[in-house]
């Protein structure tokens, strides 16, 4: 990608969202809501990872709100059980894919009476519900963030079926979004445009180039840090990991102490407020796309007064790379994974991991829970035994996929609702490791000149 291209994309994605100073405070609750999106994690695990690692001693908990398919009719069900039992100072709304009924876009939708007046009902009805949505969290108490729905992909070659139409169906919905943060004064986090842009951008020059998954819908580890950006720039977090000046200037967000300047050496100790924020090998793609290292994720070391020359970079006695005195006046540490304060943070993301894995499982049994058992009053684990036995007794053939579908239910189900308390308290615990495992502690940089 040259540099106009991503000069553009950069001047684009800044110019989305409204700024705001809605940055979330220790303590708080905060509930993600929404669809499969949000379900899946992606996007706010990383805001979770972010505030984890730049504000740690921040206590900030995000709850996992998404149920894959819903509506925001659905949504409107399940907010006492599944989203206000949490008590959030915030929640995050993000709804639409769902709303704007994919088979009214299908191929054979052009036959369907009325269609486009059932178009219309479907986004009048998501305005409606979302709006009751908004209405009903502020009645209880909490702050809310609007999050506009992110792209249907349906402009590059991929072999999932493309329903013409939908993308734009969402734009409308992304409107009625900002509407609502204008009557209701609340930030507005705008996915839609940033991902249509950048999408845009990159099929300039690879037509087949998509920051969507290839079902067409849901975005990869790609479009899930692309939303994570978008967010946090709408809700201003600090910009910096640290400032670390050593001769000119004052730190930032760190402390510098016991500088010793010798003939060939340089030494110093730095007690930072903040660790660098993780990434991984599948989110470099995205790092090619948006400005998240230089204006998000920046711990950098100046030094000034250094003698013409090569010096070896050690902290804590472990060597970190060796640098000229030039690129020691402006050196991204958050860039380098083999400091302390970077393998720190990749604890951080491993505990962040381990909670994930269980927030799924717990999340897909929650959604089975109200999607399918709570419809037929079924509430507790010894109706949910009695339910599946009582179905599969039905299904004579036990060579047909609907048996099969329901045995494959039945043992992913009833395991984790079954242990559904020891996976909520293990969740709490790895909660409380991560923000232990997060505390900075100080550093000892030593510079020692090669030539």
């Known amino acids: 990608m040259n540099k106009l291209i991503l000069t553009v994309i950069l001047f684009c994605i800044s110019l989305t969202g409204r700024a705001q100073s809605n940055v979330f405070k220790n303590g708080d609750q905060v509930c993600f809501i929404g669809n499969s999106i949000t379900m899946q994690g992606g996007f706010h695990h990383n805001i979770a990872l972010f505030y984890a690692t730049r504000y740690p001693k921040s ?15 659905n949504v409107i069900a399940r907010l006492d059980s599944d989203i206000l039992v949490h008590h959030p100072n915030w929640s995050v709304i993000m709804l639409g894919m769902n709303d704007v009924r994919r088979d009214f876009y299908s191929k054979d939708s052009v036959n369907v009476p009325d269609i486009e007046k059932k178009k219309q009902w479907a986004l009048d009805l998501y305005r409606k519900n979302y709006e009751i949505i908004i209405q009903t969290l502020l009645k209880n108490g909490s702050k809310i963030i609007l999050q506009t729905p992110s792209i249907y992909e349906e402009s590059t ?46 099929q300039a020059t690879d037509a087949s180039a998509t920051i969507v998954g290839k079902d067409r819908e849901h975005p990869g580890n790609v479009g899930h840090l692309i939303m994570s950006y978008q967010f946090l720039r709408t809700t201003q977090p600090k910009p910096m990991v640290s400032s670390i000046n050593i001769g000119h200037g004052k730190s930032v967000n760190c402390i510098v102490s016991q500088l010793k300047r010798q003939a060939r050496k340089v030494s110093f100790t730095v007690l930072e407020n903040s660790l660098p924020f993780p990434t991984t090998t599948e989110q470099q793609a995205a790092l090619k796309l948006i400005a998240f290292k230089d204006s998000l994720n920046k711990e950098v070391l100046n030094v000034s007064a250094l003698s013409p020359g090569k010096y070896r970079l050690k902290i804590d006695g472990y060597d970190v790379g060796s640098y000229s005195e030039s690129e020691l006046k402006g050196l991204n540490l958050a860039l380098l994974s083999n400091t302390p304060q970077y ?39 010894p109706d949910a035994e009695i339910y599946f036995a009582g179905q599969l007794q039905k299904l004579t053939d036990t060579t047909s996929v609907a048996y099969k579908n329901l045995i494959g239910e039945r043992d992913k189900y009833l395991p984790v609702a079954k242990n559904e308390r020891q996976m909520l308290a293990r969740m709490d615990q790895l909660h409380d490791m991560i923000y232990h495992e997060n505390q900075p502690v100080p550093h000892y940089f030593e510079l020692i000149k090669l030539n």
């Not at 995000?62 to 398919?69: D, K, T």
């Not at 329903?163 to 209701?184: D, H, Q, T, V």
């Open 59 to 73: 206590k900030v908990r995000i709850f996992n709100c998404g149920i894959s398919g819903n509506h925001a009719a």
């Open 343 to 381: 393998l720190q943070a990749k604890k951080v993301l491993a505990l962040f991991q381990e909670s994930w894995k269980l927030e799924a499982d717990y999340r897909w049994m929650r959604a089975y829970a109200i999607g399918r058992l709570n419809a037929r009053k079924i509430y507790s684990v």
């Open 157 to 202: 070659a991929l072999a999932a079926e493309v329903f013409p139409g939908r993308n734009n169906a969402l734009k409308i919905c992304a409107g009625y979004i900002r509407e609502f943060g204008k009557k209701y004064n609340l930030p507005v986090v705008d996915y839609w445009y940033a991902m249509q842009r950048v999408n845009r951008q990159i």
